[in-house]
């Protein structure tokens, strides 16, 4: 709820913001996630050098993925979708929150679409996986 809120609030739930933030006219949004993204780095930096105590319990469980090909499809079906929809899944689930009933629409798709991926993404990454060699 306090993420919604916080969503809402930036303006991140806003489809015409997300626009303009995709089409470079207003980096208002593009500043907020920027800001979001240093402050995890941040965060995460403080787990990852704890040496006693509860967080050093959570930066055992913090390991390296490695890079996959999948990873460069799914960025992109990801950026796309959030583009053409104007949300990702955190401002979708916000959306619905405002009664923004269009939401439902993308939050059924992201449904769908991870539903779609443990179905045949091993396969498909294996695919990708044999084309880069």
């Not at 993420?3 to 470079?24: E, H, N, S, W």
């Not at 999948?70 to 960025?75: P, S």
């Not at 405002?98 to 993404?121: D, H, K, N």
């Amino acid at each position: 709820l306090v993420f919604g809120y916080i969503l809402q609030r930036v303006g991140a739930t806003d489809y015409d913001a997300i626009a303009k933030m995709f089409l470079l006219e207003d980096l208002h949004l593009a500043g907020v996630i920027g800001v979001a993204v240093v402050v995890a780095g941040i965060g995460l930096g403080v787990v990852r050098r704890a040496r006693s105590g509860t967080l050093a319990r959570y930066a055992a469980l913090i390991k390296e993925k490695p890079m996959k090909p999948g990873l460069v499809v799914g960025a992109i079906l990801f950026g796309a979708g959030w583009a053409i929809t104007g949300t990702c899944p955190g401002t979708g689930l916000a959306q619905l929150g405002e009664g923004q009933l269009m939401a439902l629409f993308t939050v059924t798709g992201m449904f769908l679409g991870t539903a779609l991926y443990l179905r045949v993404g091993a396969r498909v990454e294996s695919w990708l996986d044999r084309a880069r060699r």
